[in-house]
């Protein structure tokens, strides 16, 4: 009998372990599909519609769609055609997985100019790295807590629709599987976020009450929006002392860990008196970004891509 139960002990104790053994892990982002795996990896996806010209800054959709499905990405659809270094750092990795994109344009002309663009202290290098840091550093557990930012500059149902054509079709799956998964798609709106989410709703498919929202301006003059806009901005941001970056962290307890900003935002965030206007961004991400932005993402420590 004594025998019996040591056996039985024993076998309790060899099940108990190859079923520890047996238990399926939590998924790891290499079983994800790519874009899912870029998800997974704890980014910040950030759409920015440019204000200054929405209709004309929005870039090639084959360019965009190929973005999506990059595993190491960044989403940013309006960047001054397609000159910023990143997306060209961004193209050459899809040409490496793709060599048919060298003879299609815009591709072609953009890889002959960047030739010899890899050098030991180019910032995008470090960029990369920054961004392969961050992802490493995350868990199966956090895999949920991923934030989708949405900013909405000078919102029209034009610009949503061009949103639409840019998302379509890998971005609209995009969408669903963030909202499949309880990500929170937050907009930063210079108009009634209350008027953002049917458009949204209609033009993207995003559910209204998936959809956060901060008034960064509460309201404008369309017909001086050049004069106005910038200031109230401002105002704003220096009235609450906060920046778009601390604004997500207070509203969600985690910065993004990218954030790109347009230059009319850059124009605004400059103007601001406060001193950590800027605070908790790991990347600054502007084109023709002006000296004293320079001079002050050095002294905070940012890695500023120009």
Not at 57 to 64: G, Q, S
Not at 112 to 129: A, H, L, Q, V, W
Not at 158 to 163: E, F, P, Q, Y
Request: with cysteine.
């Amino acid at each position: 009998m004594k025998n019996l139960y040591s056996l039985s002990i024993t076998l309790l104790i060899v099940l108990t372990i190859s079923s520890c053994r047996t238990n399926k892990p939590l998924p790891s982002p290499a079983a994800l599909p790519s874009w899912e795996n870029a998800l997974a990896k704890n980014t910040v996806i950030s759409f920015v519609s440019q204000a200054t010209n929405p209709g004309k800054t929005m870039i090639d959709a084959d360019f965009r769609t190929a973005l999506i499905e990059f595993d190491s990405f960044i989403f940013s659809p309006t960047t001054n055609d397609l000159k910023n270094e990143f997306l060209r750092f961004t193209l050459n990795k899809m040409v490496e997985k793709d060599s048919n994109l060298i003879d299609k344009t815009p591709y072609k002309e953009i890889i002959n100019r960047d030739k010899g663009f890899f050098t030991e202290d180019n910032p995008i290098e470090r960029y990369s790295y920054l961004i392969n840091a961050h992802w490493n550093e995350s868990t199966p557990e956090e895999y949920n807590k991923m934030l989708g930012i949405f900013y909405v500059s000078y919102l029209s149902e034009k610009n949503l629709k061009n949103m639409r054509a840019l998302l379509n079709p890998k971005g609209i799956d995009l969408i669903n599987y963030l909202q499949r998964n309880n990500f929170t798609i937050y907009i930063y709106a210079d108009c009634n976020v209350d008027l953002v989410r049917p458009l949204l709703q209609r033009y993207l498919n995003i559910a209204p009450e998936n959809v956060l929202g901060e008034n960064i301006i509460y309201s404008f003059d369309s017909e001086k929006i050049e004069l106005n806009r910038t200031m109230k901005i401002t105002d704003n941001l220096a009235k609450n002392k906060e920046s778009l970056a601390s604004l997500v962290y207070r509203k969600f307890g985690r910065k993004p860990l990218i954030n790109v900003i347009s230059n009319e935002i850059n124009r605004s965030l400059l103007q601001v008196t406060h001193q950590n206007s800027l605070q908790g961004l790991d990347l600054i991400f502007i084109n023709n970004p002006s000296t004293d932005l320079i001079e002050r993402s050095k002294q905070n420590g940012w890695l500023f891509v120009n």
